[in-house]
């Protein structure tokens, strides 16, 4: 068994960790500001119907391969050293981003390069989520992983909001760049990483659960490719869920996803430990992550929409520079996780994750509930009060239940533990995507349309083209929002709009119609998702209660490199 790391080491594996993990969580949302430029790089119209799929895969495709891969790329790192796999994903992801940035496609052709490369993107990122927790858990002493793992927790949540900022800065100048930024950085981590990491952890020899990989990564794929296209309109419906393909998705993910627990309970070398949801630290501490990610996951998307399709444009913000100033008005949230979280972490390894896991859960409902009180026209101060209590509370939290969880695990089923709780973590990104969606479109269903038709028409556009207008499926309205595209000017096209007089269309493409229409319909959707998160929240607060005092496993000294797969472990109180 390897000795204690160097003092020096713990701070060399720390940084690289969290190098590789912000830039892989840069990377999941830089495109989502970027993507009207990217599209028009390529000269494809993604509101063009059956052109919604490149939208919704550049931005899910790379969510849903790190979701499924974590898991199998931690147990890789248990059977063959975490620093290796680790070393693999940098690398791979140094190629991918640079093979995105020297894309020289266009079109239908341009967009699936795109799409597929990011997926390979994803699968580097994937290696670095699954196997950075471990090497620092590995590195550090009980008594500091929480400062240690909640730098690098708060880096990868960060980098989500920072990947906004960047993409939005980089796009306009040349969409190339959103790509080509990645490359020096992951060159110099790959290189960085080779030199200098070493594997200091326990390694678990044990064959490979195929059968086990096989049904995880088929069920968690169905499940997700299945809300990835039930927010996408299917018939007359405004959404998919009662899409044939859909439902056989959905249901059959999840019979698939059970037979997956049954084989697990059954191989001599299970790929997902169900024994490690024994430990209470451990089941508890993802129930929460879970929980947390769907309160918080799909808000992103909801705030950026509600800027860029309605606050931005009526203070004088053309629908193109939205998305690059939605990314600017949204700091406050990154600040408070930047505060919070080394703070929490470093309280955490002193009084344990559970006060401040669950405070912070508790301060980030409160925070959605500031936001459901906020008018629609809100004043920015307060606004930007509630982003920042928001991002203390998720900073609260995020740093401590992270490191209670690592703490909670055998040495060598760290690398498995961490993919397990990535997995929880990014396969809630995606479920809160949809699951927000489809909230707000609910919202938008009901009294769009007949608002949409009254205001067209009352401003020279025929009866027949406001309701052919109003009969779209509100998702194009907010995936127009999204992108910084003028929603109505793009809904209505340049053929209707000069049938108009020159008043009428200005006023109708204008900054103020589309936002005055919205605002209302978009209000009772804001108030059911709000509704939706604060209640996961509060749930979430419960589940870290339930993790119990301070708990760090001991390990027993053994003489091989096999411990017992049964012991949970002793509580540190």
């Known amino acids: 068994m390897p000795g204690p790391p160097a003092s020096?080491?713990?701070?060399?594996?720390?940084?690289?960790?969290?190098?590789?993990?912000?830039?892989?969580?840069?990377?999941?949302?830089?495109?989502?500001?970027?993507?009207?430029?990217?599209?028009?790089?390529?000269?494809?119209?993604?509101?063009?119907?059956?052109?919604?799929?490149?939208?919704?895969?550049?931005?899910m495709g790379y969510l849903v391969v790190t979701a499924v891969l974590v898991v199998s790329f931690g147990r890789l790192g248990d059977m063959f050293g975490r620093v290796r796999m680790y070393n693999a994903g940098f690398a791979i992801f140094t190629v991918s981003s640079v093979l995105l940035s020297i894309t020289w496609l266009t079109g239908d052709a341009g967009a699936l390069?795109?799409?597929?490369?990011?997926?390979?993107?994803?699968?580097?990122?994937?290696?670095?989520?699954?196997?950075?927790?471990?090497?620092?858990?590995?590195?550090?002493?009980?008594?500091?992983?929480?400062?240690?793992?909640?730098l690098n927790m708060v880096a990868g949540i960060a980098g989500s909001f920072i990947g906004l900022v960047i993409g939005g800065v980089l796009a306009p100048v040349e969409w190339r760049l959103v790509f080509l930024v990645s490359v020096p950085v992951s060159l110099f981590g790959t290189i960085w990483a080779y030199l200098k990491l070493r594997d200091t952890g326990v390694r678990h020899e044990a064959g490979m659960d195929w059968w086990g990989n096989v049904t995880f990564a088929a069920g968690l794929i169905a499940i997700l490719v299945g809300i990835t296209y039930g927010i996408q309109p299917y018939g007359g419906h405004v959404m998919g869920w009662t899409n044939p393909a859909v439902l056989a998705a959905l249901i059959g993910g999840a019979v698939v996803l059970a037979i997956f627990c049954v084989i697990e309970t059954r191989v001599a070398h299970p790929m997902f430990n169900l024994e490690l949801f024994?430990?209470?630290?451990?089941?508890?501490?993802?129930?929460?992550?879970l929980l947390s990610g769907l309160g918080r996951g799909g808000l992103m998307f909801i705030l950026i929409i509600w800027l860029q399709g309605i606050w931005l444009p009526q203070r004088g913000y053309s629908f193109e520079e939205t998305p690059l100033w939605a990314g600017i008005f949204m700091?406050?949230?990154?600040?408070?996780?930047?505060?919070?979280?080394?703070?929490?972490?470093?309280?955490?390894?002193?009084?344990?994750?559970?006060?401040?896991?669950?405070?912070?859960m508790v301060i980030a409902a409160a925070s959605f509930v500031w936001l459901l009180l906020l008018p629609v026209q809100f004043g920015y101060v307060?606004?930007?009060?509630?982003?920042?209590?928001?991002?203390?509370?998720?900073?609260?939290?995020?740093?401590?239940?992270?490191?209670?969880?690592?703490?909670?695990?055998?040495?060598?089923?760290?690398?498995?533990?961490?993919?397990?709780?990535?997995?929880?973590?990014?396969?809630?990104?995606?479920?809160?995507?949809?699951?927000?969606?489809?909230?707000?479109?609910?919202?938008?269903?009901?009294?769009?349309?007949?608002?949409?038709?009254?205001?067209?028409?009352a401003h020279g556009v025929s009866a027949a083209q406001a309701h052919q207008l109003a009969a779209l499926?509100?998702?194009?309205?907010?995936?127009?929002?999204?992108?910084?595209?003028?929603?109505?000017?793009?809904?209505?096209?340049?053929?209707?709009?000069?049938?108009?007089?020159?008043?009428?269309?200005?006023?109708?493409?204008?900054?103020?119609?589309?936002?005055?229409?919205i605002s209302a319909p978009f209000h009772d959707g804001l108030v059911v998702a709000f509704g939706f998160a604060i209640a996961a929240c509060l749930v979430a607060a419960a589940a870290s209660w339930l993790r119990g005092g301070k708990y760090v496993h001991q390990d027993e000294p053994v003489a091989v490199e096999q411990p017992s797969a049964g012991s949970v472990g002793r509580a540190a109180r």
């Open 8 to 59: 020096r080491y713990k701070w060399i594996a720390l940084s690289n960790t969290t190098l590789g993990v912000l830039i892989a969580t840069i990377n999941s949302s830089i495109l989502l500001i970027a993507l009207p430029d990217i599209f028009r790089g390529l000269q494809v119209n993604p509101l063009a119907p059956g052109n919604s799929s490149y939208l919704l895969w550049l931005i």
């Open 113 to 150: 390069w795109l799409i597929i490369v990011r997926i390979v993107q994803g699968v580097g990122g994937a290696l670095l989520m699954a196997n950075s927790s471990a090497i620092i858990t590995d590195a550090f002493p009980a008594n500091q992983r929480g400062l240690a793992l909640g």
């Open 278 to 289: 024994r430990i209470r630290a451990f089941s508890a501490g993802n129930l929460a992550s």
């Open 331 to 360: 700091l406050p949230m990154t600040i408070g996780f930047l505060v919070a979280g080394p703070v929490s972490g470093w309280l955490s390894d002193h009084f344990g994750a559970r006060p401040f896991a669950t405070g912070g």
């Open 382 to 457: 307060s606004f930007a009060g509630a982003l920042l209590l928001g991002g203390l509370g998720m900073g609260l939290f995020a740093s401590p239940n992270r490191a209670g969880i690592m703490n909670s695990l055998p040495a060598n089923r760290r690398g498995v533990g961490a993919g397990m709780s990535t997995t929880f973590q990014n396969s809630a990104m995606v479920l809160s995507i949809g699951i927000f969606f489809s909230l707000m479109i609910t919202g938008l269903a009901g009294a769009l349309p007949q608002a949409m038709v009254a205001g067209l028409t």
């Open 473 to 517: 499926p509100p998702v194009s309205v907010l995936f127009a929002s999204l992108l910084g595209y003028n929603p109505i000017g793009t809904l209505l096209g340049p053929a209707a709009l000069a049938h108009l007089s020159p008043a009428n269309a200005g006023y109708l493409t204008g900054r103020g119609f589309f936002p005055s229409l």
